[in-house]
């Protein structure tokens, strides 16, 4: 077996009752299975002092009761449970979850002005945009907004120089170098390329995301019969999204 | 219960804030002014945790339909009870068929309200603060119930306490605030004038506080990671923004500096125009 490569971690303050702690400042499969381990060693060996720990891309924040525990002690504790932590690369269970997004232009308003822009014919943008499995590196910003990484480099193009004042709900867009779901209707500035049905955070159960970071985002074209079908399955609870278990 | 008879500007329900759901992208939310809100709370004999009413600048009218116990801190909006003055800062006995009112802003942005035992609005994911898409509603309106628990406040002298002043935290202009996770990458000149530059407030809501001047800069964007309540985001073009309470969870401008809880206290008493400046801490 492997051993997964081991980081030089920094160890900042952020305010007086959080601790960021930082890998290399890359967007990286390596460093997310190493960051998403640490998080759950940490949850696994949490004490009282810890309030919350916040996951993203390439850092970890701690959250603390500085009533019960000084930064330098929180920092001691850390580099310890880092060191100690196994270092084997065990393999790590993901699911890809196949999310059925709309290309119709009834939902994909920008799909000619990216066709436009990368000089790629609405057919083969679709195509690219769904031939990969996008990872989950980080939920965060909205509720229920995931950062995913992968979106292929022919597919890279910058926000509109201003934003729409709302995106609705379910809106499937490319910002950049990432792609993502608007998952309420808000302000924005993607390239919105279709819609789904789906809802990616539901106040009703303990549990408001069903996907999680580490898992993968699979997006699968439905026509417009389809989505319309959907979203009544969706709203009686009658929509079951497909995923498949795989291991890295 | 008590009934909304006006809406009043900008009115929520909030407690401590919801802390467990971060990483599913839910803000902490909670009262802004936690210094104030604790105090109310003090006052009627309520752990500081309890959810309170959060007042913004134009203050609403509510009727009581039972008998209890109120306090009101923070802001100084004119308070009325039975559309007669009312002292703020000190525990007050309420009648069934009370009217509770608010006039002319004299200080500050936010005034508290608590209530024997505390608001008992929907808790959702471990809190009642209210935030949009989390809660039912997002702000109080006219005609809502506020469900409270009656059989708290009333018959017991206990809890009958003096006015207690708030300290001098409306009129404080600094803001103290530590090093954020990229203050190092300001040069030691822009650190310099980012602790001596004067600041004016500009728009404003529970989620930031954007400064003015702007701050010109060549700083390089982070991959985003997390932001907090009182954390200092310096963006491209300049603009100094304050996080506040139902800021979002995670961002990708250098956060520059990170204000005490006692400073997010202070700005959120602040209003447009006003000045701040910062103090290294």
Same mark, same amino acid.
């Given at each position: 077996m492997d051993t997964l490569k081991k980081h030089e971690l920094t160890y900042k303050p952020f305010g007086n009752a959080a601790i960021l702690i930082e890998w290399p400042s890359e967007m990286h499969d390596s460093i997310l299975k190493d960051l998403l381990s640490f998080y759950n060693t940490i949850q696994r060996n949490k004490i009282a002092a810890i309030v919350e720990t916040i996951q993203s891309?390439?850092? @970890?924040?701690?959250? $603390?009761?500085p009533q019960l525990i000084h930064f330098e002690e929180m920092k001691?504790?850390?580099? =310890? @449970? &880092?060191?100690? #932590?196994?270092? +084997?690369?065990?393999?790590?269970?993901? &699911?890809?979850?196949?999310?059925p997004v709309c290309y119709d232009t009834r939902f994909g308003v920008d799909l000619a002005e990216i066709s436009d822009k990368t000089m790629i014919s609405i057919p083969k943008v679709i195509e690219l945009h769904t031939k990969t499995a996008y990872r989950i590196y980080s939920i965060g910003f909205l509720p229920g907004f995931l950062y995913l990484g992968g979106l292929d480099s022919r597919l890279h193009i910058d926000r509109k120089p201003s934003p729409r004042l709302e995106v609705p709900k379910g809106a499937v867009g490319i910002g950049g170098m990432q792609t993502g779901i608007y998952p309420r209707t808000s302000p924005g500035g993607w390239q919105i390329l279709g819609n789904t049905p789906i809802s990616f955070f539901d106040t009703s159960t303990s549990i408001p995301c069903f996907a999680k970071a580490g898992d993968k985002i699979q997006f699968?074209?439905?026509? &417009? !019969? #389809? &989505?319309?079908?959907?979203?009544? !399955?969706? =709203? *009686?609870e009658e929509y079951f999204i497909e995923k498949e278990v795989f291991y890295d | 219960m008590i009934k909304i008879l006006k809406s009043g500007l900008y009115t929520s329900i909030q407690d401590m804030g919801r802390m467990h759901f971060l990483n599913y992208g839910v803000p902490i939310s909670g009262v802004m002014d936690s210094y104030s809100a604790s105090l109310s709370n003090v006052m009627v004999g309520n752990a500081k945790t309890c959810a309170v009413m959060e007042v913004t600048l134009q203050g609403p009218e509510m009727e009581f339909m039972s008998a209890t116990r109120i306090a009101i801190t923070g802001a100084d909006l004119s308070p009325t009870l039975n559309y007669t003055p009312v +002292?703020?800062?000190?525990?007050?006995?309420?009648?069934?068929?009370?009217?509770?009112?608010?006039?002319? %802003?004299?200080?500050?942005?936010?005034? $508290?309200?608590a209530i024997a035992g505390g608001f008992q609005t929907a808790l959702v994911f471990g809190s009642r603060s209210y935030f949009e898409g989390i809660t039912p509603n997002a702000t109080i309106k006219k005609g809502d119930l506020l469900p409270f628990n009656s059989s708290f406040g009333t018959g017991v002298s206990f809890f009958d306490v003096k006015k207690q002043d708030h300290p001098t935290i409306f009129n404080q202009q600094t803001l103290e605030v530590q090093a954020?996770? +990229?203050?190092?990458? @300001?040069?030691? +000149?822009?650190?310099?004038?980012?602790?001596?530059?004067? $600041?004016?407030?500009?728009?404003? *809501? %529970?989620?930031? $506080?954007?400064l003015q001047p702007l701050f010109p800069n060549s700083l390089k964007s982070?991959?985003?990671s =997390?932001?907090?309540? /009182?954390?200092?985001? @310096?963006?491209p073009s300049g603009k100094i923004i304050v996080l506040m309470r139902d /800021?979002?969870?995670?961002?990708?401008?250098?956060?520059? =500096?990170?204000?005490?809880?006692?400073?997010? *206290?202070?700005?959120?008493?602040k209003l447009h125009h006003e000045k701040a400046h910062f103090r290294l801490v």
């Open positions: 891309i390439n850092s @970890l924040t701690i959250i $603390y009761d001691q504790w850390l580099i =310890a @449970l &880092y060191k100690k #932590e196994t270092t +084997e690369n065990t393999p790590v269970a993901y &699911y890809v979850w196949k999310i699968t074209p439905i026509s &417009y !019969q #389809e &989505y319309v079908h959907m979203q009544t !399955q969706v =709203a *009686n | +002292e703020m800062n000190t525990s007050i006995s309420i009648q069934q068929g009370d009217l509770i009112g608010f006039g002319e %802003r004299k200080t500050g942005a936010r005034s $508290y309200l954020g996770p +990229e203050f190092d990458w @300001l040069s030691n +000149e822009q650190q310099q004038k980012l602790l001596s530059n004067t $600041y004016s407030l500009d728009l404003n *809501n %529970r989620m930031a $506080y954007q982070i991959i985003s =997390a932001v907090l309540p /009182g954390t200092v985001q @310096l963006t /800021g979002q969870t995670t961002g990708g401008y250098p956060r520059i =500096a990170q204000l005490t809880e006692q400073s997010i *206290n202070q700005l959120s008493q």
